[in-house]
């Protein structure tokens, strides 16, 4: 089974409209980090916004949010006012706590989000 | 204050050649973590090192690939013999302390692998 889910496999999103990338995840662990980076086409990979289990309150990192429903597992980021720069592949990648993880990240297949015009 | 780098970023290699990555992490970080980037897909974790040791090689193929993290100088990533299914994108991340659950792991630019 997989561990992180991205069901979107491409994402189109108007100009300075808000849009959700979806992600689930699947772990035993009650302690977690769940992170999303952006992959730009010129291939770097950039830290975008992180959630721990633990954490009561959704993160936000400027126009990016993390919309965090532990009994769902699912942590779906969320861009406001989406900007054509935004234009990437996004991953959402999981850090296990106690089960097993030496800090290794566990990452889905990404989503690619298109800003139109 | 470099970040992580990478070297070469772009890498040719025939079928049988050895292949030689290259990763200096931030400074003051002494944990390094390497992952493989197939096409389409998301990154796939391959060995996690500390100065002089392997700590977790679990994501490694078992032949032809080793990795090592010396007391001077970068981490190396080696594929001996390479196969035109070692084509890919090869990452870097470093750390400064074990991955603690909200530890940013930093990423290089990657290593993109053709093999011909």
């Known amino acids: 089974a997989q561990k992180i889910t991205q069901t979107q496999p491409g994402m189109f999103v108007q100009e300075k409209e808000a849009v959700t990338l979806d992600c689930t995840y699947d772990t035993s662990d009650q302690s977690y980090g769940l992170f999303w980076y952006k992959q730009p086409s010129s291939g770097e990979m950039i830290f975008l916004i992180y959630?721990?289990?633990?954490?009561?309150q959704n993160a936000t990192e400027g126009r990016y949010s993390l919309n965090f429903q532990k009994a769902r597992k699912s942590a779906n980021l969320v861009i406001s006012a989406s900007q054509l720069g935004d234009s990437a592949m996004y991953f959402c990648?999981?850090?296990?706590?106690?089960?097993?993880?030496?800090?290794?990240?566990?990452f889905g297949k990404g989503t690619k989000l298109s800003v139109k015009p | 204050n470099a970040g992580v780098m990478q070297n070469p970023r772009h890498l040719v290699r025939r079928r049988g050649q050895e292949a030689r990555l290259r990763c200096s992490p931030m400074?003051?970080?002494?944990?390094v973590y390497w992952y493989r980037q197939l096409p389409e897909e998301g990154l796939k974790f391959m060995v996690y090192?500390?100065?002089?040791?392997?700590?977790?090689e679990s994501g490694m193929p078992k032949e032809r690939f080793s990795a090592e993290f010396p007391k001077e100088g970068p981490s190396i990533l080696r594929i001996q013999q390479v196969v035109r299914g070692d084509s890919a994108a090869y990452f870097c991340a470093s750390s400064h302390s074990k991955g603690q659950l909200n530890t940013e792991a930093f990423f290089g630019q990657g290593t993109r692998l053709t093999v011909v």
């Open positions: 090192l500390q100065k002089e040791n392997i700590i977790d």
């Open positions: 400074k003051g970080h002494s944990h």
């Open positions: 959630q721990g289990s633990y954490d009561e």
């Open positions: 990648a999981m850090r296990e706590g106690i089960g097993g993880s030496q800090g290794n990240l566990i």
